[in-house]
């Protein structure tokens, strides 16, 4: 009997992907990459991701040399891998800590979910717009165009990796065997995310305030609003029911239902993220504080000073 009532939406989704729908549907994808689309793809970005990851290491060690490289050329796409790599880093403690049912799994997990930033990084490095989801056009362009404040930066990267990347790095792994362990573990990494993710909000509040601009704290109002129309927690319940659904499902029912669910939703959240309720003259003054200091420096070591102690708490 095909499992029909788990894949049915419940009311909190449901809103959230008509609300998402809407707002997703006015996202114009050739705006945002016609200024890349001409342009050379970086060989110092391309060549050390250009094969799959092979390890939890081998993720940490290269998604840090592309911080490093991104960061020290001004490219804005390097704060969401701020981010991604201490995810990475905690996680990996959290593994070595034996603090996850299935370690094994937890790794093949880590390695998964990079693969797929990964996949989408070099996709848009090679110009193939076309094998993006638009959650990463948005994300990536916003970046390349400036359009966007370190704030907004951090978290179209965090909403895209989680809002749609999560669901499949579900899938790749697989949730059986043991589904309720697996769901065990995967709640553990949420947690892990949970945290990162509060710690984001603090460091960009503590970059700005200490130049005395007020006005960021309207990019987080709340904070799990701008990561997801469901939630930060309710999106990595979605990205878990959207993997049951493709697991239990029929695949000529579950491929395109979910990938229609994961797509909305990720394109609507984008396009919240991309388009905050914030006062004009704030705007203004957060953008001319970034053009007058380091900010992707700045909220690096602000959130590496934060997370410092973090490792021994994963």
Same mark, same amino acid.
Do not use: C
């Given at each position: 009997?095909?499992?029909?009532?788990?894949?049915? =939406? @419940? @009311?909190? +989704?449901?809103?959230? /992907?008509?609300?998402?729908?809407?707002?997703? @549907?006015?996202?114009?994808?050739?705006?945002? #990459?016609?200024?890349?689309?001409?342009?050379? =793809?970086?060989?110092? /970005?391309?060549?050390?991701?250009?094969?799959?990851?092979?390890?939890?290491?081998?993720?940490?060690?290269?998604?840090?040399?592309?911080?490093?490289?991104?960061?020290?050329? !001004?490219?804005? *796409?390097?704060?969401?891998?701020?981010?991604?790599?201490?995810? &990475?880093?905690?996680?990996?403690?959290?593994?070595?800590?034996?603090?996850?049912?299935?370690?094994?799994?937890?790794?093949?997990?880590?390695?998964?979910?990079?693969?797929?930033?990964?996949?989408?990084?070099?996709?848009?490095?090679?110009?193939?717009?076309?094998?993006? $989801?638009?959650?990463?056009?948005?994300?990536?362009?916003?970046?390349?165009? !400036?359009? &966007?404040? #370190?704030?907004?930066?951090?978290?179209?990267?965090?909403?895209?990796?989680?809002?749609?990347?999560?669901?499949?790095?579900?899938?790749?792994? !697989?949730?059986? $065997?043991?589904?309720?362990? %697996?769901?065990?573990?995967?709640?553990?990494?949420?947690? #892990?995310?949970?945290?990162? #993710?509060?710690?984001?909000?603090?460091?960009?509040?503590?970059?700005?305030?200490?130049?005395?601009?007020?006005?960021?704290?309207?990019?987080?109002?709340? /904070?799990?609003?701008?990561?997801?129309? /469901?939630?930060? %927690?309710?999106?990595? +319940?979605?990205?878990?029911?959207?993997?049951?659904?493709?697991?239990?499902?029929?695949?000529?029912?579950?491929?395109?239902?979910?990938?229609?669910?994961?797509?909305?939703?990720? &394109?609507?959240?984008?396009?919240?993220?991309? &388009?905050?309720?914030?006062?004009?003259?704030? *705007? *203004?003054?957060?953008?001319?504080?970034?053009?007058?200091?380091?900010?992707?420096?700045?909220?690096?070591?602000?959130?590496? *000073?934060?997370?410092?102690?973090?490792?021994?708490?994963?």
């Amino acid at each position: 009997m095909i499992p029909i009532r788990a894949a049915l =939406p @419940t @009311t909190t +989704e449901a809103r959230a /992907l008509l609300a998402a729908y809407r707002r997703g @549907t006015g996202v114009n994808a050739d705006r945002l #990459v016609a200024e890349v689309a001409d342009t050379e =793809p970086d060989a110092g /970005l391309v060549d050390p991701l250009a094969d799959p990851f092979s390890s939890v290491d081998d993720v940490a060690e290269r998604l840090a040399r592309a911080e490093s490289r991104l960061r020290d050329r !001004g490219d804005r *796409r390097s704060v969401f891998l701020t981010v991604y790599v201490r995810m &990475t880093e905690a996680v990996a403690a959290a593994i070595e800590a034996g603090e996850f049912v299935d370690d094994e799994w937890v790794a093949s997990y880590l390695v998964a979910f990079a693969e797929h930033y990964r996949r989408a990084f070099l996709a848009f490095e090679r110009r193939e717009f076309d094998a993006l $989801p638009r959650a990463w056009i948005v994300a990536f362009g916003a970046a390349a165009r !400036g359009d &966007t404040l #370190v704030a907004q930066d951090a978290l179209l990267g965090i909403n895209a990796h989680i809002s749609y990347d999560l669901t499949y790095t579900l899938r790749d792994v !697989g949730i059986d $065997p043991d589904r309720g362990h %697996k769901r065990a573990d995967h709640d553990r990494i949420n947690d #892990v995310l949970a945290r990162l #993710v509060s710690v984001v909000q603090e460091a960009l509040v503590e970059v700005y305030d200490a130049a005395g601009v007020a006005g960021v704290d309207a990019l987080f109002d709340p /904070l799990d609003d701008r990561i997801a129309l /469901l939630g930060l %927690k309710g999106s990595r +319940e979605f990205a878990w029911r959207n993997a049951v659904s493709l697991a239990d499902l029929p695949p000529w029912i579950a491929t395109g239902y979910v990938g229609w669910r994961a797509r909305t939703v990720s &394109t609507g959240v984008a396009t919240l993220i991309a &388009t905050p309720r914030i006062d004009p003259e704030d *705007r *203004r003054r957060l953008e001319a504080f970034e053009a007058n200091v380091p900010a992707l420096t700045e909220f690096r070591d602000e959130f590496r *000073r934060r997370t410092a102690s973090m490792a021994g708490d994963a």
